[in-house]
């Protein structure tokens, strides 16, 4: 089992930046395969992105495609979101997910979740 930690979040005007973090507790973090989903209020949960059990592959939503990156450190149990020209519409609550099982863009075949981290991009 693993415990999944979000921090970063905050207030940024469009075209900033920021980047998420996702902090994993366990000493089988390379076992998992990471995703990156978020919610907007009165919206559904979305895929943003997602990174395989050791890091060489990865996919994202079309509408994050250029502007974020995600990536991860598994000596330190890590896993990010840099997020660059961030645009009103990122706006959105960013949930970090994990599975042992499962590598996509699926939110209901990830087992593990973090807490959220809000964030805020202001026009």
């Known amino acids: 089992q693993v415990q999944l930690v979000e921090s970063g979040g905050g207030l940024v005007q469009a075209g900033g930046s920021l980047r998420l973090s996702c902090a994993a507790s366990?000493?089988?973090?390379?076992?998992?395969?990471l995703g990156w989903f978020r919610q907007a209020p009165g919206k559904e949960r979305e895929f943003v992105a997602a990174i395989s059990w050791s890091g060489s592959s990865t996919i994202y939503a079309d509408s994050v495609k250029g502007r974020l990156t995600i990536s991860r450190d598994n000596a330190k149990t890590t896993v990010y979101l840099q997020m660059n020209s961030l645009k009103p519409e990122d706006t959105a609550v960013y949930y970090c997910a994990g599975s042992r099982t499962y590598y996509g863009t699926d939110s209901n075949a990830y087992h593990y979740w973090g807490q959220g981290t809000q964030v805020t991009v202001s026009s």
């Open positions: 366990g000493r089988t973090f390379s076992s998992y395969s």
